[in-house]
């Protein structure tokens, strides 16, 4: 059967709102640096007003990677709800003028479109602090079976596990996906995630998922291991393939019998983290679904990866098929 | 009569959104390049819908130039009118974030909070095409008599033209700002904006404003002349202060009696140019309220300009007080 899009992916459809800031102020405000902590409306609130100027970027780990990936030149479809408000209007014209395909219908009542207060310290760290709003109204039939039945790869993000109805809207992907010969790939998205949905995430990644993404601490919190290796040493009979990431000290890839210890790509200047495991899945995927092997794809996410943190914001800013061109000659 | 604010600002109180794009783009869409273009509600939505992925910043001249007042450490007040919707929360948080006196009221109906789109070519020369939304509510009953006589300097943006109830407000200003001892300066914001209102503006240099701001083309244009020494010539028994800017040739400075031509700062890379006037003014305002001489504010505002032309927006992203005294040093 031929697949009209490379991937699709579901995931919590995000604005971000970018503000620099130092230590102190996450202390202050009791943040936990490098995490992504839920918060409410009123906390999304009173953080704002706390903190410095922003900037807008759309944002959400699989809308990071799907835009991405269609950056990279990519058939893309999305999966996410916003509200009919301006930022969900924001979102949607962001990932569609990258050339995505998303059709989930905006939600017409209910709290307004998702926003994540990102704070990003002088070593470039992010800490995200995320108010899911509208992503709580993803459901099952926000999942259209041509559009899974059309993809290579159905891509879900771990945040999806965190809205109750979402996670059932990702499992029916999986399985529709499945279904008619697609592959299934999860981002782990984040230890403190993976901490609060350990035992379903260990049930997906052994029975459902093709393409596992994790950074090192994620695949650590997934098997409660001590080191790396031990991590790697169980994931290699669980998924068919795995990209586990390391920031500096690069990846390693695991495809069938093959394991691949790769470098990262040299950044000029680290800027601003956030989406970096998201670019890199952009990069692997795109790699991946035009039949690259294993050792290229990581290079293409290591490639992508690299670009994402030389900016502020988690979308691609540079024309990333030139890059990606220039790199690789 | 002692002043507790430095500079009030009345602008048009806009958020940008800025993609990049090529200039095929420009020419597709019939886009003067380089210029500030009003367009009404259907040509924003027709024109955003063919824009690439965009970032949200807060903008506006004079709010760019306030804001980056505050973050150079000056005290600094400002007027303009948004409406109660997400982009006017935007704006509101990120100005008073920077530590800027904002006290006029949203609009509670009528349009939407103003935004321009800018596409930045590659070049990074910005086009910029402004839908003024809630700005032509602005009206001299928002201008408070109590916070412009607290302003040592009243900094008005050529822009508050176009609706003509703010230019109501911005003569009201200059005068409530002159009886309470204070100085009116203006910008001129854009030569085109010069073409639509000359004769006001030549009315207003003369007998109304102490401190003027204006690019090589604005000057220019607003006497009608062929070259930048007529204009200089003209401009110097005109105003008390005037700060012409002639972006990579640095800019002439005239004071009272004294005439000095000053080098532009050194910038590494030019990512996008929306703001470089608004910064430059931010940086001279700040030497002058604190009592600098004419050459030391030129030079604060060409640092000041030099930093927020290294990258996306018109808002200072650095440290601009750490990097003043670092230049300074």
């Known amino acids: ?19 620099r800031c130092d230590d102190a102020f996450l202390s202050a405000q009791n943040i936990d640096k490098g995490a992504m902590t839920l918060i409410d409306a009123d906390r999304a609130e009173s953080l704002y007003a706390a903190m410095g100027p922003g900037v807008e970027v759309s944002g959400g780990s699989a809308g990071n990677t799907i835009a991405g990936l269609a950056a990279l030149g990519g058939r893309g479809g999305y999966i996410g709800k916003v509200r009919d408000d301006e930022l969900g209007k924001v979102f949607r014209h962001d990932i569609t003028a990258q050339g995505v395909r998303f059709e989930t219908a905006s939600a017409i009542d209910g ?3 998702a926003r994540c207060l990102v704070l990003v ?8 602090n995320t108010y899911l709003g509208a992503c709580v109204n993803l459901t099952p039939n926000d999942v259209p079976r041509d559009l899974i039945e059309a993809a290579q790869v159905v891509y879900l993000e771990g945040y999806l596990f965190d809205p109750p109805e979402a996670k059932k809207a990702f499992v029916e992907a999986a399985r529709l996906a499945h279904a008619s ?3 299934v790939a999860l981002s782990l998205s984040d230890p403190f995630c993976v901490d609060r949905h350990r035992a379903a995430f260990q049930e997906l990644v052994t029975h459902h998922i093709d393409i ?10 997934l098997f409660e291991v001590k080191r790396f290796d031990d991590a790697l ?6 998924v068919e393939t795995a990209a586990l990431t390391r920031s500096e000290r690069g990846a390693v890839v695991v495809h069938r019998d093959e394991v691949h210890v790769l470098d990262a790509e040299p950044v000029e200047t680290v800027v601003d983290t956030t989406g970096a495991g998201d670019l890199y ?26 670009e994402v943190i030389g900016h502020v914001g988690a979308r691609p800013e540079a ?8 790199r690789l000659s």
Chains 1, 2 share one sequence.
Not at 1 to 19: P, R
């Open 1 to 19: 059967m031929t697949k009209s899009l490379d991937v699709v992916a579901i995931g919590n459809a995000i604005v971000d709102v970018i503000a």
């Open 111 to 113: 709290p307004p479109t």
């Open 121 to 128: 310290t002088p070593d470039a760290q992010r800490s995200m």
């Open 181 to 183: 010969g697609g592959k």
């Open 212 to 221: 596992l993404f994790a950074n090192e601490d994620e695949i650590i919190s």
């Open 233 to 238: 040493q169980k994931i290699r009979f669980e």
């Open 281 to 306: 899945a952009a990069g692997f995927l795109h790699g991946y679904t035009r039949g690259d092997d294993a050792v290229a794809c990581g290079r293409l996410g290591a490639i992508a990866a690299a």
């Open 319 to 326: 024309d990333l098929k030139a890059l990606v061109a220039k």
